[in-house]
């Protein structure tokens, strides 16, 4: 569904240079710290921005050729909506419909009062979380078959993130080729939504992985400094140094608790494993 392959793109000190594929009716995570290339990545694949190099697919065509008829069947959510401040609900509506043949009016109107949204305020007076709740539903309001989101949940209070992440989810269950892909530097949200996750850092790739495949075989060893020294590092992604020796990140969490007795092996989640790979001595 998105295809980049050696995308190159450099911004004084910072160099972008990926490669990634987000198949259709998969939920995709890419994930990174505050400057890490997220948004770059976005602007890139929605043609935004232009590559110095490389190619970029959406839908199995070059960005280049994709048409108004393709554009109809991506919902993008960024950090500004779009609309002009002094456009309320209802004017954001008359937009929707008359740029989307697919937009679902009921739907939309719905989904704006089930998440509180004042119709009667113009947008520049909706608070942050208000604002963020409108991108999403103005992305998903036209039955689109790729989302591109870049940080929903970015300054969401815990209870909205969740409404956010919900509808997410139904929408991506209601049908199973839709396919999404969301930035977000909260962990936490991605583990319970997506398929899959790339970790990006300094405009590279770290890690790709399933979210499965990390929550079950990945692990964070806590060895002493003479466990440490006599460890296999085969499988080990990074380690840290610690007041009690080291934090180590395995891919292989099994292989240590099978056969090294006595060695703390705990499950990793994702905020762990973005620590330890951004932060942590890489093996
Ligand atoms: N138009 C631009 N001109 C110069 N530098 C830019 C431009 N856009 C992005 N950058 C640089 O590219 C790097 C990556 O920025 P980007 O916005 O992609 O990061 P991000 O992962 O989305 O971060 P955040 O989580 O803070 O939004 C940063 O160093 C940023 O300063």
Redesign the pocket.
């Known amino acids: 569904m998105i295809k980049m392959q050696n995308v190159r793109k450099t911004?004084?000190?910072?160099d972008?240079e990926l490669s990634l594929e987000i198949p259709e009716g998969r939920i995709t995570g890419l994930i990174?710290?505050?400057?890490?290339?997220?948004?770059?990545?976005i602007r890139l694949m929605l043609g935004l921005?232009k590559a110095e190099s490389g190619t970029i697919e959406l839908f199995g065509k070059p960005i280049t050729e994709i048409t108004m008829q393709d554009r109809q069947k991506i919902g993008v959510s960024l950090a500004e909506s779009g609309f002009n401040g002094q456009f309320t609900i209802a004017e954001v509506k008359k937009i929707l419909a008359k740029m989307y043949p697919e937009f679902d009016e009921t739907w939309f109107m719905r989904e704006c009062r089930e998440l509180r949204l004042p119709e009667g305020k113009q947008l520049k007076e909706f608070s942050n979380g208000m604002k963020a709740k409108l991108r999403v539903l103005t992305a998903l309001s036209h039955k689109a078959q790729l989302l591109i989101l870049?940080?929903p949940t970015a300054g969401l209070d815990v209870e909205a993130r969740n409404e956010i992440l919900d509808l997410l989810r139904d929408y991506a269950a209601e049908d199973e080729n839709r396919t999404i892909l969301i930035?977000s530097?909260i962990a936490s949200d991605l583990e319970h939504l997506c398929d899959d996750i790339y970790l990006?850092h300094g405009?590279k790739q770290l890690l790709h992985e399933e979210t499965d495949v990390i929550l079950e075989q990945y692990g964070l060893i806590k060895a002493d400094e003479a466990q440490y020294a006599a460890l296999d590092k085969e499988y080990l992604l990074g380690s840290r140094k610690e007041p009690y020796g080291y934090a180590c990140l395995t891919n292989d969490r099994k292989y240590y608790e099978e056969n090294v007795p006595g060695l703390v092996v705990e499950r990793a989640g994702i905020d762990e494993v973005i620590l330890m790979m951004t932060g942590g001595k890489r093996k």
């Open positions: 911004y004084p000190g910072f972008f990174g710290k505050n400057g890490a290339g997220k948004s770059t990545a921005v870049d940080e930035t530097h990006i405009g």
